[in-house]
Every structure is written in structure tokens, then in C-alpha cells.
């Protein structure tokens, strides 16, 4: 059982840069897929990135301006988010599998309780 924390989430002007954090418990963290989603209000949940060791993904709108990145010492995921825009606004959560990078959030076994991102104009 794996359990995921994040953190980081606020408000930031439009244009601005946030990283957002993910610490998780239980061990063997670099077999896991760690992936980031987020769910905007009255939107489904949408892919925003993923990785494990060198597969890496990334959604088309992020390519370029998020970076997905991982301590595995410290069992912890990161998303370095720049040039933010309003339409970033969202709920953002950490997740985690052991199969395979996968931009579906039902690969996903393990969530965590999300953390707010606001963009303000």
C-alpha cells in the first residue's frame, strides 16, 4: 500500500512558475509509475504527466512548459510548472501504479488528495 501526500499547490499570477511535490510512503518508490492529473471545475480529469526512469509523458498543453522529476532517496515526485496560464487552473493530484506509464487515470491505483493551483489574470 502506497500513500501519497502532495503539496505546493496556491495561487500564482498568469505567466508565473509553481512546483508542486508529491511524498509518498512504503518502499521500493522507483518501481512505481508516478503521474500527475488534475481536474478543472466541471471537467473531467485529465493526464498531465508521468514517469519511471526514462519513459516519460507528458499532455501535448504541458509539453514544454512542466517538468516531471523524482527523488527516489526521498520517495518523492515533482512538477515544475512555468509560463502558467489560467486554463492551468485546477485541482492537481499525484498518482501511482506499478505497470506502465499511461496517460488513462484507471492504470492508477494510487491517488493522492489533490492541491489547489489557481492562476489569477
Known amino acids: 500500500q502506497v500513500q501519497l501526500v502532495e503539496s505546493g499547490g496556491g495561487v500564482v499570477q498568469d505567466g508565473g512558475s509553481l512546483t508542486l511535490s508529491c511524498a509518498a510512503s512504503?518502499?521500493?518508490?522507483?518501481?512505481?509509475?508516478m503521474g500527475w492529473f488534475r481536474q478543472a471545475p466541471g471537467k473531467e480529469r485529465e493526464f498531465v504527466a508521468a514517469s519511471r526512469n526514462k519513459d516519460i509523458a507528458y499532455e501535448d498543453s504541458v509539453q514544454g512548459r512542466f517538468t516531471i522529476s523524482r527523488d527516489n532517496a526521498k520517495n518523492t515526485v515533482y512538477l515544475q510548472m512555468h509560463s502558467l496560464r489560467s486554463d492551468d487552473t485546477a485541482v492537481y493530484y499525484c498518482?501511482?501504479?506499478?505497470?506502465?506509464?499511461?496517460?488513462?487515470?484507471?492504470?492508477?491505483?494510487?491517488w493522492g488528495q489533490g492541491t489547489q493551483v489557481i492562476v489569477s489574470a
Open positions: 498518482a501511482g501504479n506499478l505497470l506502465r506509464v499511461s496517460r488513462v487515470a484507471e492504470d492508477y491505483d494510487y
Open positions: 512504503g518502499r521500493a518508490f522507483d518501481a512505481y509509475v
